[in-house]
């Protein structure tokens, strides 16, 4: 299995930003698959967040469009959440996930089979 480490979660202040990495494996993200980026809140389910194909495409939670930007680094195998104008409803614990697929990427967390630890982010 791929192991996916995320860091880069902090306490910060509404309006504020914040740049979220999960660590892949060398070479996992060549292959056929979709990354995305969950996250829990205290008393709550875990919702899509983000998500990006092999191919680039993206698709965003409504809740986050126009603030979030998830981008992929294959050179240092690094999944990117930049958050930017945060509010303090996105306060939780976010996690990186990813999954092979010749599929459609979505938003929904049961087509994912791999996670990562998650980082905490905190908004005040």
């Known amino acids: 299995d791929v192991q996916l480490v995320e860091s880069g979660g902090g306490s910060v202040q509404g309006g504020g930003s914040l740049r979220l990495s999960c660590k892949t494996s060398?070479?996992?993200?060549?292959?056929?698959?979709?990354m995305g980026w969950f996250r829990q809140a205290p008393g709550k389910e875990r919702e899509g967040v983000a998500v990006?194909?092999?191919?680039?495409?993206?698709i965003y939670a409504d809740s986050v469009k126009g603030r979030f930007a998830i981008s992929k680094d294959y050179a240092k195998n690094i999944l990117y959440l930049q958050m930017n104008n945060l509010k303090p409803e996105d306060t939780g614990m976010y996690y990186c996930?990813?999954?092979?697929?010749?599929?459609?990427?979505?938003?929904?967390?049961?087509?994912?089979?791999?996670w990562g630890q998650g980082t905490q982010v905190t908004v005040s």
């Open positions: 996930a990813a999954v092979p697929t010749p599929d459609s990427c979505t938003l929904v967390e049961t087509q994912y089979n791999s």
């Open positions: 060398n070479g996992y993200m060549y292959y056929r698959l979709c």
């Open positions: 990006i194909s092999r191919a680039g495409d993206t």
